[in-house]
Nanobody, 123 residues
């Protein structure tokens, strides 16, 4: 059974940092793209960043470029999202997801999802 388990969310002040983790299990993800998405109340789920499990090629959405960093630890089967210089508009539920597609930035391209972790940035 495939599982993606996020952790690391919480409350942080504007300008602060958080690191999210996503522990993956249940299958081999070597050919997958791993993505971090977020969804704020009343808004659509949006892609924040992606990384290819093999090769580590990354993508960042414009609103987070230069502030967020996605990385992976193959030995731990874990993907991370380091979030720096956080803003109130970063407040959302953050989801980890896995896609078999070579390039994937849309939710429908992802087969597996975690349960989400709340991130709240206070002003």
């Amino acid at each position: 059974q495939v599982q993606l388990v996020e952790s690391g969310g919480g409350l942080v002040q504007a300008g602060g940092s958080l690191r999210l983790s996503c522990a993956a299990s249940g299958r081999t993800f070597s050919s997958y793209v791993m993505g971090w998405f977020r969804q704020a109340p009343g808004k659509e789920r949006e892609c924040v960043a992606t990384i290819t499990w093999s090769g580590g090629i990354t993508y960042y959405a414009a609103p987070v470029k230069g502030r967020f960093a996605i990385s992976k630890d193959n030995a731990k089967n874990t993907v991370y999202l380091q979030m720096n210089s956080m803003k109130p508009e970063d407040t959302a539920v953050y989801y980890c997801a896995a896609s078999p597609n070579a390039v994937a930035t849309r939710p429908y391209q992802y087969d597996y999802w975690g349960q989400g972790t709340q991130v709240t940035v206070s002003s």
